[in-house]
């Protein structure tokens, strides 16, 4: 309302239409707005600038217009703030410029005018011309207050509190306490689980408050500041968010920690990090509503992490448990969230397509194979266009492993909580698994000759005519397979033929898998069928991507021999050791010399002594991760996910790559496997064991999907078991269970 008397007459009360106006700060419309949709706003008041016009500039405050704000109808204590046109827009707010005056005696004249001369006064800080408004409002009286951040972008809103009046926080005093709160959406039926179970009174108050703002100003990138006194909880005021905030997210390697070596080449590194903003994308396509401007994979000391907040996000927003991400990448959460049948329900659309997709799979998974037979059809012209082509091929792979992972998602998922995932998958064959089904032909062979024995035992490779046929049609059908295969600067079988031949003097046939089918098994045998088509439909479109990336490593190989001899990277260089970007600056001329390869050198090797966790949050990597036996505590049981069925007693083989010889005086039957991830590259070891324990993997895992079809026990996402179990510890593997134990 507009007081009626001389001077007061420009004194606007908040909440009486103000927001309509053009002229005034967004701090006064906004709470205008506020209280015009019934979010509880404390009773306040506008001091226009024509106000004040009329004095001098020391801005002596005369007794008989204070009185004009005395008289208004405000409780005894209020706070007096800047309410400045040049505050809180969109660009730029000029949060903590500009003065604010809490617990102010709205009835003690020298007491309001000394607070009303002081935030004045402050208008000064800023060098500009602007209208100079007062807000007047009542004090909430406080028993929690802090500043929240609802970011359109994110699943959950971050808050920072404190007991009590909240001006140091705002202030940046005193740091306050941390606190992620679940958005409430209109669909969401049923009240959101508090965070670390933490009993806090406000907590639901204002999940509901942030709600309403929502609804009122938009699903927009908002700065909060509110307060609760016990009962209700108060909007104080609200402002653009200007700059980007940095939220901890939660990381996780994930699959990478199984496709990638422990460091990946700089050279990959690089291409994931470039590739990051198109992989989302695919996701994009099924909800346009998803975020836009966060990155699916982000680069820690070298190694590329899949932001799990954003998935987990992603998810949540669909209504779809969490813990179904950790289950399908491995990894973990940070939390769980359960279904939300509100939140299933209102995506419908999303569900269609996924149906959609479902249908097409098989048809789009043949066309993407052809996809890869494209881009590696004819050799590429320059360097531009090889890097382009590499990037076209790992996204290309990226967007056929999430859409044949989405579509087998819900069919696996139900035969795992059905028990018969494992007693399905055995004897059931893929391309990873032929790789070493595909030795098979070679026993025989080698049975009858020793001379044959004689030189694979030195690694060599033996001049039987009979033995070079069957070589040359396994490294036609495999030598592009290799270890840790998605880094391009991995060799392949191809390359490393004397791992092959050394595991081939100690091979034995690979037996058949003895599955008692039960009645659950033949219930759900119409599941399966469908299951394993995906599943075999995933696997043959990563053999063939192989292929493609068999194809440009090749290329890649070449064309470091030329930059060798025109000496544009010095002799010993590699060129894995470089950017995608550095190895485009080369098409403007630009050498590197042996200082830059040097420097370079040392980079790397830094970043190797760097022992990063396999989940980490954005604000922690910076610490140094130098890890020593005595920061890992001993355990005796290490939990995980069951692949198979069996129980093996036996001695820990603990190794970080691939190898095809068990230590001396170890023997098969009782050797169990300790890795921390594995997949396609490590079948030749899982031929040498008797069990397997995993650190990381899911359900989804390629390594997952080899040891099912095996048929060997074995647990994945047993976190933590690489570092804590050593080699020659006497172990028992129980897969049912999905347990190992210390003895």
Known sequence: MLLNNNLSKSIIEVGSGLAQSTKYSFKAKGLDLALKNKILVPKAYLIPQEFWENFEKKIEIKNDLVRQIKNLPLNNDISVRSSFSIEDQTEKSFAGMFDTVLSVNSKHIDELAHALKKVLLSSENVESNFRKDILVMEMVPTKFSGVAFTESEYEDDWINWTSGLGVKLVSGDVPGNSLKIPKLKKYDFLKVEKENNERLDFYYRLQLLLKKVRTVFGEKNWDIEWADDGFRCWLLQIRPITSPLIRNDWFGLCNHKEIL???????????????????????????????????????????????????????????????????????????????NLGRVISNWRVYLKIFILQINALKKSRNDIKVFKLITKEPSKNIQELIQRSKLAYISLVHQMLSLTMVMGGPVALLRNMKTLSAHSANHITPGTRILKDLNPFIKVIKDNPLIQEALLKGEMPKDKKFLNLWETYIQDNGHRGVYESDLSQPRFR?????????????????????????????????????????????????????????????????????????????????????????????????????????????????????????????????????????????????????????????????????????????????????????????????????????????????????????????????????????????????????????
């Open 495 to 743: 390359e490393n033929q004397k791992y092959i031949l050394k595991l081939l003097s100690v091979i034995k046939p690979s037996n058949t898998v003895k599955v008692k089918y039960q009645i659950a098994t033949l219930l759900t045998l119409p599941i399966w069928l469908v299951a394993k088509r995906f599943i075999y439909a995933r696997e043959n479109t990563r053999h063939q991507a192989m292929k493609g990336f068999d194809s440009i490593r090749k290329e890649w190989i070449d064309y470091e021999k030329k930059l060798k001899i025109n000496k544009t990277i010095p002799f010993n260089a590699s060129v894995w050791d470089f950017t995608l970007e550095e190895l485009s600056n080369i098409d403007t001329k630009f050498n590197y010399t042996n200082s830059f390869y040097s420097k370079r050198t040392n980079e790397i090797n830094i970043n190797r002594k760097h022992s990063l966790p396999d989940n980490l949050k954005r604000k922690d990597f910076l610490k140094p991760y130098f890890k020593t036996n005595s920061e890992i505590k001993p355990e005796k049981t290490f939990c995980g996910m069951g692949l198979t069925t069996g129980t093996v007693d036996g001695i820990a083989w603990v190794i970080k790559t691939p190898n095809s010889e068990l230590p001396q005086l170890y023997k098969k039957q009782t050797t169990i496997l300790i890795a921390p991830a594995v997949d396609a590259g490590w079948i030749h070891t899982f031929s040498q064991v008797s069990g397997i324990a995993v650190d990381t993997g899911g359900d989804l895992s390629h390594g997952s999907i080899i040891l099912r079809e095996l048929g060997i026990p074995a647990i994945t996402n047993a976190t933590g078991i690489f570092q804590s179990v050593k080699t020659g510890d006497k172990v028992s593997l129980h897969a049912d269970q999905g347990v190992l134990l210390m003895k």
């Open 261 to 339: 070596p422990e460091l990946p080449s700089v050279f990959m590194n690089s291409l994931i990090i470039e590739c990051a903003p198109k992989m989302f994308n695919f996701y994009h396509q099924l909800d346009s509503e998803l975020p836009k401007n966060r990155l699916m994979v982000e680069s820690f000391k070298g190694r590329s992490y899949f932001n799990l907040s954003l998935l987990s996000d992603m998810l949540r927003k669909w209504g779809i448990p969490t813990k179904l991400l950790s289950a399908s990448m491995g990894g973990v959460l940070e939390k769980n969230y359960k279904l």
